[in-house]
């Protein structure tokens, strides 16, 4: 078993990844919208506006956030509040299931800290941002570009893009083409964490 999951990360590094959420809706016949795009093809705020809006420390930490982890093992709320990076979301959204538990988070650490080590920023940030939902049957970035803003991935804007960020926490019911109040106020947080970022966003920048 150990073996095989190596394998698969491995594989991974290499060839474009699929979601479990993917392979659950394509099991069971339901549609899937997505379209795969080197980070190359990635607007640059995109990039920049996920870390700032999920895991600013995300360029100096190697897949966990100990810190914010070791804050949310202290809470009386455990595991619902937070705490996970995007590398933890990667392993998530590619090797295991939705949903809140100490089984899972408890998985999400070595897989996170393997895939960090395997693939890189870059490669991370390259998946999660082709296997993140931003809707109904919507995975990716470029398809949620073409949807919301009728634009490439690579085209997007800043305030486009912190918009797609600000979304990810609740992809199924904030619209980032018709934004809500609570997505504007989202957006607005994240167009300012952005502001304060600085270099701390540039290591998954693609060369």
Not at 38 to 66: K, N
Not at 110 to 122: N, Q, R, S, T, V
Not at 158 to 185: D, K, Y
Request: charged share 20%.
């Amino acid at each position: 078993m150990l073996l095989a999951l190596a394998a698969l990360i491995a594989l991974y590094r290499f060839i474009p990844v699929p979601s479990t959420l993917m392979l659950g809706r394509w099991l069971t016949l339901r549609p899937v919208e997505r379209e795969w795009v080197p980070l190359e093809q990635i607007s640059p705020h995109l990039i920049r506006a996920v870390i700032a809006a999920e895991d600013q420390r995300f360029c100096s930490h190697r897949g966990i956030d100990w810190i914010e982890l070791n804050a949310v093992l202290e809470d009386e709320d455990g595991p619902s509040r937070g705490a996970s990076t995007l590398t933890m979301q990667t392993a998530k959204n590619v090797f295991l299931w939705p949903g809140r538990s100490y089984l899972r988070k408890g998985l999400e650490i070595p897989l996170a800290m393997a895939i960090d080590l395997a693939w890189g920023k870059p490669r991370v940030v390259e998946v999660y941002l082709n296997v993140a939902e931003w809707g109904e049957g919507l995975f990716g970035a470029e398809a949620a570009a073409q949807r919301y803003f009728r634009k490439p991935a690579a085209k997007l804007s800043p305030a486009e893009a912190a918009r797609l960020a600000a979304a990810l926490p609740n992809p199924l019911l904030r619209n980032p083409g018709r934004p809500n109040r609570a997505l504007q106020s989202a957006a607005g947080r994240t167009l300012r964490r952005l502001g304060q970022l600085g270099p701390l966003g540039d290591c998954a920048l693609p060369g």
